[in-house]
């Protein structure tokens, strides 16, 4: 009883409409991976990733809680996500030996980090690319400061109007712009947290121009959407793009080879079109040993609609899957139960597996196993010709 009556005496809670919006942009800020290695170490890429995955959990915790009514906890969240984006630069921004040194400390709780705004201020003085950034876009750190400040004035509960027990017996109209007090927060971090990951590598903006798409390398991360740059808004995305960061990214690139656009939908969309393979084998050289091999497997046929292999790190979808059927690979233990690796009858569908002849599923890992998706039975000679280059 005293549990419910402490619990919801004064909470309120505050249902957000169109909060998909706000989920989508952060869901698209957290799939921002980086592919740049620091000092060639692929351990501090992933760190760094993880950092970048936390933050958009972070962002998506404070919708949560300011829907459930918990608005400090909500500011809490959006000052912890602003917070350990501006040690993602410090982690990053510097030279190389220092990057790896903190790294490490980071990971161990040895970290004796500086407050937040001692942070900025050094990487406005030392940092390698936050430096520049503030000269092209000398508003950012006033608009960080500024952010941050008025997020402390919530988190600290300065002013009557947040205390639970004041808000609580107030009109709709108080509790509406209140929202949109949060609103405009939780957009701003979205936005400062966005360049802040620009700062790391440029790619999810160099990859909105189509000569940058058409020769960038694999990448793992996706480029922005128009919601995502109307946040970033055009002048300041103009004041980036002439940041020496993003020139040298994009001069570097600009003298790669441009691909075709069935061969960069392959590459960057992870699609074949089945109609044009011969454009798309034209530029055989620039793909990966994974991807050829896809490719090889994929002319044997136009009945496979997805091919993937068994960890899901590469796959791809063909002009054949007309109907969007999902293909999910199945639990381990399904293989012990298989009596054939061809034509497995998948819901609508069929799923083939492809396999060393002498792997044993009793003992050994199936890192090297190939799945294929396909709408009808594949045919003798089908499956001869993919084994056949599987092996090769």
Not at 47 to 52: E, G
Not at 237 to 254: A, C, D, G, P
Request: hydrophobic content about 35%; charged content about 30%; glycine content about 2%.
């Amino acid at each position: 009883m005293y549990e419910e009556m402490l619990k919801y005496k004064y909470l309120r809670p505050y249902p957000i409409e169109n909060k998909e919006f706000y989920y989508k942009l952060i869901f698209e800020v957290s799939e921002m991976y980086t592919s740049k290695l620091f000092r060639g170490s692929f351990s501090h890429n992933v760190n760094i990733n993880l950092i970048i995955d936390e933050l958009g959990q972070l962002l998506s915790n404070a919708i949560e809680l300011y829907e459930w009514g918990y608005f400090d906890n909500a500011y809490y969240s959006l000052r912890c996500a602003n917070e350990l984006a501006t040690v993602m630069l410090d982690l990053s921004d510097k030279e190389d030996y220092r990057i790896k040194n903190n790294m490490d400390l980071f990971l161990k709780k040895q970290y004796k980090g500086r407050k937040r705004s001692k942070i900025i201020d050094w990487l406005s003085e030392e940092g390698f690319v936050f430096k520049d950034v503030l000269d092209k876009i000398p508003d950012f750190k006033k608009d960080i400061s500024n952010l941050l400040r008025e997020i402390n004035q919530i988190v600290h509960i300065n002013g009557k109007e947040n205390l639970y027990c004041f808000r609580k017996g107030l009109n709709d109209d108080f509790h509406h712009n209140q929202f949109k007090l949060f609103k405009n927060h939780l957009l701003s971090s979205i936005r400062i947290l966005t360049i802040f990951r620009l700062i790391i590598d440029p790619f999810p903006l160099l990859l909105d121009e189509e000569e940058i798409q058409y020769r960038c390398p694999e990448m793992i991360t996706p480029t922005f959407s128009k919601d995502l740059l109307n946040l970033i808004g055009q002048k300041t995305l103009k004041q980036f793009k002439k940041t020496k960061s993003y020139m040298s990214f994009k001069e570097n690139i600009l003298t790669f080879e441009k691909r075709n656009p069935f061969g960069n939908d392959f590459i960057v969309g992870n699609y074949i079109e089945l109609n044009h393979l011969n454009e798309i084998y034209s530029q055989k050289h620039l793909f990966s040993e994974i991807k050829i091999k896809f490719l090889d497997i994929v002319s044997c046929t136009d009945k496979i609609i997805e091919i993937r292999t068994y960890d899901g790190l590469n796959w791809c979808t063909t002009s054949s899957n007309i109907n969007n059927y999902p293909c999910i690979i199945f639990d381990d233990n399904d293989f012990i139960n298989y009596q054939k690796f061809f034509n497995i009858k998948y819901n609508d569908i069929y799923m083939s597996i492809l396999c060393p002849e002498e792997i044993d599923f009793r003992k050994e890992n199936f890192s090297d196993l190939i799945y294929i998706f396909h709408i009808d039975p594949l045919e003798n000679n089908e499956i001869k010709n993919i084994k056949k280059v599987f092996v090769s």
